[in-house]
Nanobody, 120 residues
Framework: QVQLVESGGGLVQPGGSLRLSCAAS????????MGWYRQATGKQRELVAS???????TYADSVKGRFTISKDSAKNTVYLQMNTLLPEDTAVYYC??????????????WGQGIQVTVSS
């Protein structure tokens, strides 16, 4: 079983930065997709950023130029660098990783969710 543990959230002032981490554990053979989603109170969960292993990335219009998705393969960790944060970025953030386990089964795992609050 592949599990994702998120960290790095918290309270930050507008204009500040945070880096969210999503560490994957388990018998991972390959990762085909990674993404970050967020859900603000009373709103639908939305895609923030994603990356396919082809190299293409996708960002929500609201975060383009401010957020960057990346990974550290050696640590099996996915990151979301969040710069120039706005109050509208306040939400619970979830990571999602899809791929294959060591002995063949596919996996599609979600992190537990982590709160990001942007407030002055």
């Amino acid at each position: 079983q592949v599990q994702l543990v998120e960290s790095g959230g918290g309270l930050v002032q507008p204009g500040g930065s945070l880096r969210l981490s999503c560490a994957a554990s388990g018998m991972i053979r390959s990762i085909d997709y990674m993404g970050w989603y967020r859900q603000a109170t009373g709103k639908q969960r939305e895609l923030v950023a994603s990356a396919a292993m082809t190299g293409i990335t996708t960002y929500a219009d609201s975060v383009k130029g401010r957020f960057t998705i990346s990974k550290d393969s050696a640590k099996n960790t996915v990151y979301l660098q969040m710069n120039t944060l706005l109050p509208e970025d306040t939400a619970v953030y979830y990571c999602n990783v899809q791929g294959s386990e060591l002995f063949g089964p596919p996996f599609h795992s979600w992190g537990q969710g982590i709160q990001v609050t942007v407030s002055s």
